[in-house]
């Protein structure tokens, strides 16, 4: 009986340790099971941060291949998510870029810091389709299971560069305007004095007879006097200090205005000219002369591109809240040299050019609150692209400078 007793005792120990085993085993399991669901979280929701991120994000091992690209990478760069992974990082540089690359990347790798990468530099991004566009970058790693990686979150920025141009190019232009205006005033009336003395010798010489050499120097005189007085005349209307009305305006009738201003000098120089204008646009509050102006100048650039014939295409269409006019010309296209100064005033590549005639139409079409920008491909023609908002004259930017349109006069 006693010993019975002592192996039941031993028994009953042996069942309550089983049962503590059995209840730790549990509680582990619970545990985990609540581990393994944290994770779970925790990883859809580092998920959905590098999904939602504004940011492409681009996650790179120590040998330079794409772990992970974000959809905001993928779609920055023009690629298929899936194609991403697994490539070198280099082929979203340009290929100017990629030697340089991929050694500044071996050396994050040897010493990797949180910073922004290439501070101070021009970073560009290099799509599927072989575009660039500009970048900022700022770099990051992380310890994993599988090494070092980079992380790289990348910013396209051709918005904020394409607005800080346009804000550069406003200051140089307000610079420029006010000197410009003065000086122009200044100059105005002597030659006007000039020319009209000029003149004036000429007729007598033709009625009284000079000898042939004054003749011909008085005519040098009354061309260039001819050509201050263009220059003071552009320098005016490009400061233009005085305030214009707006009307409303009809695009297609200012363009065939304008067109028929330059037709005669384009046949002469067997350029065609062709349009392509879409009925029934709205009107806009718009100020015709100038924009007349503005096509003039385009059309005349075209022109004097265009040695030797041509063809010029000016179209019209509406693009969302906005009328766009086209001009399209056969030209050799404008050098990247050209193109960064080519809205700058007194920028010209031609002999008898003043170079103000882009910078004129770009501060007309800034004041109609619109925009110019330019397409060219070096050796394929040139198109300028005209952009204006459509609204009507009464409303409170009715008026250019900010006054209120005075209801009488629509
Ligand atoms: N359609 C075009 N094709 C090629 N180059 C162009 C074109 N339009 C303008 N350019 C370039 O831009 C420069 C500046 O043009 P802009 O009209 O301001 O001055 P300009 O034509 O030289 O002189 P101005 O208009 O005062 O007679 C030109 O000298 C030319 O090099
Ligand atoms: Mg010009």
Request: proline fraction near 4%; charge should be negative; aromatic fraction near 4%.
């Amino acid at each position: 009986m006693r010993g019975q007793g002592r192996a039941g005792t031993r028994l009953s120990q042996e069942l309550t340790t089983l049962r503590q085993r059995i209840a730790e085993l549990e509680a582990l399991n619970a545990g985990r099971e609540r581990a393994e669901k944290e994770l779970r979280r925790s990883e859809a929701t580092a998920r959905a941060l590098l999904e939602s991120a504004a940011e492409g994000i681009v996650i790179v091992g120590s040998d330079g291949r794409i772990v992970l690209a974000n959809a905001r990478a993928a779609e920055m760069f023009g690629y298929p998510r899936e194609e991403l992974t697994g490539q070198t990082i280099e082929v979203l540089l340009p290929e100017r870029l990629r030697t340089g690359h991929a050694t500044h990347r071996a050396g994050y790798f040897g010493e990797p810091r949180v910073r922004p990468m290439g501070l101070g530099l021009d970073l560009a991004g290099r799509r599927k389709d072989g575009t660039e566009f500009p970048v900022e970058i700022s770099l990051s790693f992380v310890e994993s299971e599988d090494g070092l990686l980079a992380m790289a979150f990348i910013t396209d920025v051709t918005e904020r560069v394409q607005l800080e141009r346009i804000a550069r190019q406003s200051e140089k232009m307000a610079a420029v305007g006010s000197l410009a205006a003065g000086i122009a005033h200044e100059i105005n009336n002597p030659i006007g004095v000039i020319t009209s003395r000029v003149e004036l010798i000429l007729m007598e010489a033709r009625e009284k007879g000079l000898p042939p050499g004054v003749t011909r120097d008085l005519q040098v005189i009354e061309k260039h006097a001819g050509r201050v007085a263009k220059i003071t005349q552009g320098l005016l209307s490009f400061s233009r200090q005085a305030p214009w009305k707006l009307t409303d305006t009809d695009v297609n009738q200012v363009v065939e205005e304008a067109l028929l201003l330059v037709e005669k000098q384009f046949t002469k120089e067997r350029i065609a000219l062709e349009k392509n204008l879409a009925a029934g646009l709205p009107k806009i509050a718009g100020s015709p002369n100038h924009l007349e102006q503005v096509l003039v100048n385009l059309l005349t650039n075209a022109r004097e591109a265009m040695v030797g014939g041509g063809t010029v295409l000016v179209e019209s269409r509406r693009a969302h809240e906005m009328i766009e006019i086209r001009v399209t010309d056969t030209g050799p296209g404008i050098p990247p040299e050209v193109m960064a100064r080519i809205f700058d005033p007194f920028f010209t590549t031609k002999d008898e050019g003043t170079g103000l005639g882009l910078s004129i139409s770009y501060g007309i079409v800034r004041e109609h609150g619109g925009t110019i920008t330019i397409e060219s491909r070096p050796g394929g023609g040139s198109t300028f692209v005209i952009h204006l908002p459509i609204r009507e004259t009464s409303t409170e930017e009715g008026t250019l400078h900010g006054e209120r349109a005075d209801p009488r006069h629509r």
